[in-house]
């Protein structure tokens, strides 16, 4: 184990060989050790793999820190989670720009079966930080749950405060190395995060926090959540960029509405207003658009029949899908192969069978709900 690991780093800090190839390069040769061990004949095989690129593999010039990482990670009670680790974000590993390796320092679940990202501006105020008290407050009722954001000043500090004094896990994705703080006057609420909580990042030992690597760092965090929601934000800045990020990967966006004549609330309306963002009033909105109401008693009455629980021989992918179906109506073909854990390609099948059965229809740009 110790030696794949150390490959797995290697390979994650070999030069040229970004996501994409990694995952083609481990596909193929079966591990990160194996792809150091293969011949440059067998790699320049692999799709996407030239000479160049074999060459740069065989030179093994990430082995050259490899060992360093790896012991720091010992040392500093910090777990290197690769793209096929077992607790690496599923969420996150189904899209195409995952990170190839992540650098986790906690206790929280990753997959933990709600997760939640708070971000907003950096200039909260008294209004973004009440609001987003009361939210974490709301959540505290799920055991399950897991509050992501940036640690960033502001509105995500206020959650990850929160979260700690509400005893709801939450981890702090960072633009930097596990070991740099940033900013340090956090580090005291860092350290109270890994009893609950942790940090996660995919930069390695000694990253400083450069301006560049945060967009980066907002992709992790909307990547691995089911919703994002904005509490504050004002017409640009990073909050609306992680909304952006969330909405390219198809995922649900909130945000909380202000008032008018407040700057740092006209990135929240806006984002309302032009539908790239459902409203957040209450958690009641939340557990609608996320189908977790009936966890708490406020669903359909269940001595009321949904008529597709009387139809019969329907296998249990395509029972799946209607459960679902039956707490989000419109949603589109990426999301619901993701929330039921249902391949694409094998997804369209079923629902054009449950379309010829009169379950369900399709509806504008690739939507579907029930019949």
């Known amino acids: 184990m110790e030696e794949e690991i150390i490959h797995q780093i290697a390979l994650s800090l070999t030069p040229g060989i970004g996501i994409a190839l990694s995952r083609q390069l481990v596909s193929y040769c079966g591990s990160a050790q194996e792809v150091f061990k293969a011949s440059k004949g067998k790699l320049t095989r692999i799709p996407g793999i030239g000479e160049k690129t074999a060459e740069i593999i065989h030179a093994r010039e990430g082995f050259s820190v490899a060992d360093f990482v790896y012991e720091q990670a010992l040392k500093q009670n910090v777990r290197i989670l ?12 189904q899209l195409p720009d995952a990170p190839m390796l992540l650098y986790y320092k906690g206790t929280a679940d990753l997959n933990a079966k709600k997760v939640v990202a708070i971000v907003g501006t950096r200039n909260a105020t008294t209004y973004g930080k009440k609001v987003t008290e009361e939210l974490i407050t709301s959540l505290s009722v799920y055991p399950d749950v897991l509050v992501v954001s940036g640690l960033a000043y502001g509105i995500d500090i206020t959650a990850h405060k929160a979260s700690v004094k509400h ?21 005291n609420t860092a350290q109270q995060m890994f009893d609950n909580g942790g940090l996660l990042t995919e930069y390695t ?18 990547g691995m959540s089911d919703v994002t929601i904005v509490v504050e934000a004002a017409i640009k800045g990073g909050a609306l960029i992680t909304a952006q990020i969330a909405n390219d990967y198809n995922r649900d966006v909130m945000a909380i ?38 966890e708490t008693g406020e669903k359909n009455n269940p001595s009321v029949p949904i008529p597709w629980m009387q139809q019969e021989g329907l296998s249990e992918s395509e029972k799946s899908i209607l459960t679902l179906l039956t707490t989000q109506p419109d949603i589109l073909i990426d999301d619901l192969s993701w929330k039921s854990q249902i391949p694409v390609n094998q997804m369209a099948s079923i629902l054009l069978t449950l379309e010829l059965q009169g379950l369900i229809k399709s509806l504008p740009g690739k939507r579907f709900s029930l019949a």
């Open 167 to 187: 005893s709801v896990p939450t981890v702090g994705v960072l633009g930097s190395g596990v070991d740099t703080i940033y900013p340090a006057a956090h580090k």
């Open 82 to 93: 690769f793209y096929t680790h077992k607790d690496y974000p599923t969420r996150l590993k």
């Open 257 to 294: 509405p202000g008032s008018l004549d407040q700057p740092y609330s006209a990135g929240c309306n806006r984002l309302i207003r032009n539908h790239q963002a459902h409203i957040y009033t209450s958690l009641s909105d939340l557990e609608y658009l996320m189908g977790w109401a009936e």
């Open 205 to 222: 030992f000694g990253t400083k926090p450069d301006a560049p690597h945060f967009p980066d760092r907002n992709r992790i965090v909307a």
